[in-house]
């Protein structure tokens, strides 16, 4: 069971990213849940959550209006859409998912291995 995320890549200030978190494992069910951020130097920050039925999310204060998070389950993929970015939001961002083992209903947090996001001024 893994998440991978992709998307990542050097923008300018004021450009857009697509994040995308796709989870896989055939004998667990993946909800991906958040989004997180590491910038050099600095602990790991929580930027948005979506709700396990899609229909609420929350951002930090740093990202709202900005950015939005997204979910399609048919496809075991969430995403982080990112506009008018600044070069403070240059991290590596990392996706987070619950996993449900089928079989043994154990739960399992998921973390991506991340996505590098550099912007410059």
């Known amino acids: 069971v893994q998440l991978v995320e992709s998307g990542g890549g050097l923008v300018q200030a004021g450009g857009s990213l697509r994040l995308s978190c796709v989870g896989s494992g055939s004998a667990f069910s993946i909800k991906p849940m958040g989004w997180y951020r590491q910038a050099p130097g600095n602990e790991r920050r929580w930027v948005a959550a979506?709700?396990?039925?899609?229909?609420?999310?929350r951002y930090a204060d740093s990202v709202k209006g900005r950015f939005t998070i997204s979910r399609d389950d048919a496809k075991n993929t969430m995403y982080l859409q990112m506009n008018n970015l600044k070069p403070e939001d240059t991290a590596v961002y990392y996706c987070n998912a619950v996993a449900l083992e089928k079989h043994t209903g154990r739960l399992l947090e998921l973390w991506g291995q991340g996505t590098l996001v550099t912007v410059s001024s």
């Open positions: 979506i709700t396990s039925s899609g229909d609420n999310t």
